[in-house]
């Protein structure tokens, strides 16, 4: 499973087909827990182990099958402690040794995965249509929600400045009056995404990372979402002294407080990492909301992660825009993924369902991708462009960071370092290309600067094989994250 969070309701399936037979195993276990598990699985006493990315290396007696559950998310690649695995790519070489047979599943497959696919090295199995359970038949098609898009340029043009469009609100009213459930989506947390002084300009950034505070206004706070440093909201502005700073943005917290204003009479529950901090609040959450004790759900991508919500009727995406422009490949495929996997907790149950999807960028590929949910096109729309500039999955990439307290000494160690590999490369008439240095996302993360180098070619990681790295240096085969 992608996410520790969604094991109860998959827990729950297994145990009542495998009673006595079902293995939970994932990092938000106690070591002690974590420990006898381990030995009941090596033991033989299970026959299904079930968890997140780390359960991968579970001593599994005999293993026949392997499943990854919505394949496609980022969370299975372990990005900040060495190894630097993927779980995907742990599985593809268990089942191999094994004899085991590898299942992967997606209605949103990694491009990488589906190429494989298409390429004749993985065998496709299609879902034609959704299905939804059914007391007499067993199983009835479920028709996917239909997505109304809304530009937002034109509710500003029109006087509505809103942070629902006109449309999700009548929507989000019909569904609540008729007694259905509704989600709201955001992929960003905290009140607002920053304060800004009215006065000068002024930003307040985190001093270790040189990234803008989040506003958290529960709390009265600004936290950093990098590493986590907090301070309380300064009174006034710390580089003019005017009393002029002001939140900017929304984040799920906002869109919380902007539903209980709204529709006080709604029960509205918000799930993102601020509001559920460890597995007990994870697991309340969701049962209130299975249980319809809630009637709005607001939350960020967790609410992507596979999650079945029978009554949910009506789905906001209240800004489709985000993660479309940051600095990575993968950014329109990880938008779709993460926008169509969101349209599909809607009309799950017999009731059908629909998606307001409100937006700046109506005429988007990946908008108009998710509109009509038509991976197909974003598929070949991401071929044509990996496939012409080598990126996955028509090349591979190696990606070295380094990171240094002194900002000087940190560039010049990484100028230094990609000039060795162009050379190495010249010299050995290697088909490879080094990139940059760049400096990393966010350039300063905890009091280091950190900048990378990113080799692109057939085998990349050859360049390394005879040619240590200085200290300071980490290695990421196939990273997964922004460049």
Same mark, same amino acid.
């Given at each position: ?19 006595? $037979? ?44 392997? =499943? ?42 990694? =491009? ?37 898009? =809304? ?25 609540? %009056? ?81 539903? $209980? ?33 809630? %009637? ?11 999650? %079945? ?16 422009? =940051? ?58 462009? &990996? ?21 000087? $000494? ?16 010249? &010299? ?47 290695? %990421? ?7």
């Amino acid at each position: 499973m992608p996410e520790i969070s969604l094991t109860p309701q998959t827990v729950q399936r297994f145990s009542a087909r495998f009673p006595g $037979r079902v293995a939970v195993l994932h990092s938000g276990l106690s070591l002690r827990e974590q420990f006898d598990t381990w030995h009941r699985v090596r033991q033989g006493r299970c026959d299904v182990v079930v968890g997140a990315r780390s359960a991968i290396f579970a001593p599994v007696p005999d293993l026949g099958l392997v =499943v990854i559950d919505e394949e496609h998310e980022w969370t299975y690649k372990e990005q900040d402690r060495t190894p630097r695995y993927h779980a995907r790519r742990v599985a593809e070489e268990l089942c191999r040794l094994a004899g085991a047979v590898l299942v992967l599943g997606s209605a949103t497959p990694d =491009v990488a995965s589906y190429h494989k696919a298409r390429t004749g090295r993985y065998h496709l199995l299609e879902l034609p249509h959704r299905l939804r359970p059914d007391g007499a038949s067993g199983v009835v098609p479920a028709p996917l929600p239909e997505v109304e898009v =809304v530009d937002m340029r034109r509710e500003l043009k029109e006087g509505h400045r809103g942070l629902f469009s006109r449309r999700l609100l009548q929507e989000m009213a019909s569904a609540l %009056d008729a007694g259905e459930q509704v989600v709201l989506f955001l992929n960003r947390r905290g009140s607002a995404s920053f304060l800004q002084c009215q006065s000068c300009g002024h930003v307040p950034a985190c001093p270790g990372c040189e990234v803008a505070y989040t506003y958290h206004g529960d709390h009265g706070r600004l936290l950093c979402h990098h590493c986590n440093r907090g301070r309380r909201v300064p009174e006034s502005c710390p580089a003019c002294g005017e009393a002029a700073l002001r939140p900017l943005g929304a984040g799920t917290q906002r869109v919380e407080e902007e539903v $209980r204003r709204l529709f006080p009479g709604a029960r509205t529950l918000r799930w993102d990492r601020d509001a559920a901090r460890d597995r007990s609040a994870h697991e309340r959450i969701m049962s209130l909301f299975a249980s319809h004790q809630a %009637d709005v759900l607001v939350g960020t991508q967790m609410l992507a992660k596979g999650l %079945d919500l029978p009554k949910v009727t009506l789905v906001g995406i209240i800004l489709a825009d985000i993660g479309l422009h =940051v600095p990575d490949f993968r950014a329109g495929e990880r938008t779709f993924q993460l926008l169509e996997q969101v349209a599909g907790r809607a009309g799950r149950g017999p009731r059908g369902g629909r998606v307001v999807l409100q937006t700046y960028s109506p005429q988007h590929p990946v908008v108009q991708a998710v509109a009509a949910h038509d991976y197909q096109a974003l598929y070949r729309e991401e071929a044509a462009l &990996r496939s012409r500039l080598r990126y996955p999955p028509f090349g591979k990439l190696v990606r070295l960071t380094y990171a240094h307290g002194n900002a000087q $000494r940190a560039e010049e160690e990484a100028i230094s370092q990609a000039s060795r590999l162009r050379q190495a490369v010249r &010299r050995e008439g290697l088909d490879l290309e080094v990139l940059g240095p760049a400096p990393a996302y966010p350039h300063r993360l905890r009091g280091r600067y950190r900048w990378h180098i990113t080799i692109k070619g057939p085998e990349p990681h050859a360049l390394l094989f005879r040619r240590p790295l200085p200290e300071g240096w980490t290695v %990421d085969v196939d990273p997964v994250g922004q460049p």
